[in-house]
């Protein structure tokens, strides 16, 4: 089984928002690890209010 991080794209897309360099760290400590398939975010249409990040 492999395993996404959802995050959300912006405030305005839901709570638990995360700064571009949270998530940049996060990844870092994960992405080795064989289970780990990438990260999806929703909405992505809001990214166009934060920086298109």
Request: glycine share 10%; aromatic share 10%.
């Amino acid at each position: 089984m492999k395993i996404l991080l959802g995050i959300p794209a912006s405030k305005l897309a839901g709570r638990g928002y995360q700064s571009a360099q949270n998530v940049t760290k996060i990844v870092r400590k994960i992405k080795r690890t064989a289970d780990f398939a990438g990260i999806m975010m929703w909405d992505a249409g809001d990214a166009k209010w934060n920086n298109n990040y």
